[in-house]
């Protein structure tokens, strides 16, 4: 009867020529813990009765894959063809090459972050985009912080604290992470007053609604619904005249994304009245909201784009993807078809190129699509399972692509691949095996 062999001591391992590029690579100590973790999975296995190979190639060898995958980053590239531009779960606006430059050059060097070049005292980090908001929007000032919800969140502190905001029940929105309005605005110590109905609100109903305690007059962008048929609702100078008349703000301030409605980085901008602006600058809670260097780098170099409109389409990455002609886009797909169908031949699975509708994203027109193209997947027979496989398949590549299933079939919409990146992505369609 032969015994189990033994492992081989921690130590000895650490010697091992086969080990000693990878402690240059990773370090003493990752490689240690992870040794640690590799014997200590062969061990288990080796107790359940399964054959364990402790000499040196083989050790190393798992002891490599070990270190990769528990030093990969989080953040992963990936191929967005999901069909939505704006895509929050994959992190929304790529940023024009203007925007990355600028971004370097925050993080690599010291800036005048909050130092006043002329004057060699303190400044304010809100300097560095309010300008060039306040040119490119007609507002008297702005301000950043760091997403639009808490733009809102600080606007209704600092403004309507133990007062009343009067809003249009249609409005009353829950976006992702059940991010809801009335709850928003619960936090920011403000009371809400629903108005109207679901479908229909009348200048009426805001001025019956206003009283000694109003705060001011709220309107909400319907971001990912929209209520079509019997509808009414009041237009904005309306509304403005409204709360003038009674001294309440409305339109007096304006929040908005820096992805979203820019194609920059995630920002909340804040842009309106001078001294409203200032009374949110105020607010203690603004210095725990605000953003930092790097967010104020890629805005500001976005916002210099918006300078030209003219060139506009070509230069910021996503309004060029948006507004991608259909053809070109079809162009693409079945120039891509062959590739695909090539990986996928040992797969029980058919590849087309059909016409796709492509979406905005992120809450921005939720009804409007766009004309596109996609690769389809489906399935031969009766094996439905295979399109979820290949899916998978492809969430595992290198640079991991991102489908969607949808009526029966695994949807590859080509609107923003670029043809730059053509050759990755084909390039790594030979690892996708059955």
């Known amino acids: 009867m032969h ?14 020529t086969a080990v000693s590029p990878l402690i240059a690579e990773y370090g003493r100590e990752p490689v240690l813990a992870g040794v640690r973790s590799v014997l200590d999975r062969a061990r288990q296995a080796a107790r359940s009765g399964d054959r364990v190979d402790y000499t040196e190639p083989a050790v190393a060898a798992q002891l490599a894959v070990h270190l ?15 069909g939505t531009v704006l895509h929050t779960n994959l992190g929304r606006a790529p940023l024009p090459e203007e925007a990355v430059e600028a971004l370097q050059l925050a ?22 985009v309010e300008s060039v908001l306040c040119e490119l929007t007609g507002a008297e000032a702005a301000t950043v912080v760091n997403n639009n919800a808490a733009a809102v969140f600080l606007q209704l502190n600092t403004l309507a604290m133990r007062k009343q905001v009067i809003v249009s029940r249609g409005e009353l929105v829950e976006i992702g992470g059940a991010f809801r309005v009335p709850d928003i605005m619960s936090r920011a110590g403000a009371k809400l007053i629903e108005v109207g109905t679901t479908n229909r609100t009348h200048l009426r109903d805001f001025e019956a609604a206003i009283g000694p305690r109003s705060a001011m007059l709220m309107k909400v962008h319907a971001s990912n619904y929209a209520i079509q048929g019997f509808t009414a ?14 001294d309440l703000p409305f339109a007096d301030l304006v929040s908005f994304s820096g992805d979203k409605l820019l194609g920059g980085p995630q920002a909340g901008i804040l842009v309106g009245r001078r001294a409203l602006i200032q009374r949110i600058k105020k607010n203690p809670l603004k210095r725990a909201l605000r953003v930092g260097k790097l967010t104020l780098a890629a805005l500001e170099a976005v916002l210099r784009l918006y300078r030209d409109p003219d060139r506009l389409g070509d230069r910021l990455t996503t309004l060029h993807l948006l507004t991608r002609p259909p053809d070109d886009i ?9 590739n695909m169908q090539l990986a996928l ?7 087309s190129a059909e016409p796709a509708l492509s979406q905005i994203g992120s809450g921005s027109l939720p009804v409007d699509r766009l004309p596109s193209h996609a690769l389809v997947v ?8 295979v399109l979820h496989e290949i899916e998978a398949a492809l969430r595992g590549l290198p640079v991991p692509v991102i489908g969607r299933i949808a009526d029966g079939a695994l949807r590859l919409d080509v609107r923003c691949l670029s043809a730059a990146d053509e050759a990755d992505f084909i390039g790594q369609l030979a690892k996708l095996v059955a």
Not at 72 to 79: D, E, G, I
Not at 330 to 338: F, G, M, T, Y
């Open 68 to 82: 990769s995958q528990h030093n990969a980053p989080r953040l992963k590239r990936v191929f967005n063809l999901t």
């Open 378 to 385: 489906r399935p031969r027979g009766r094996k439905s399972g």
């Open 107 to 128: 993080a690599r060097h010291p800036c005048a972050l909050e130092y006043d070049l002329q004057t060699g005292g303190r400044g304010d980090r809100d300097d560095v």
């Open 330 to 338: 079809r162009v693409q797909a079945e120039r891509l078809l062959p």
């Open 3 to 16: 015994s189990a062999p033994r492992p081989p001591s921690i130590d000895r391992v650490l010697n091992w």
């Open 345 to 351: 031949a040992h797969w029980p699975a058919n590849v």
């Open 233 to 246: 609702n009041v237009p904005e100078t309306e509304l403005a005249q409204l709360a003038h008349a009674h």
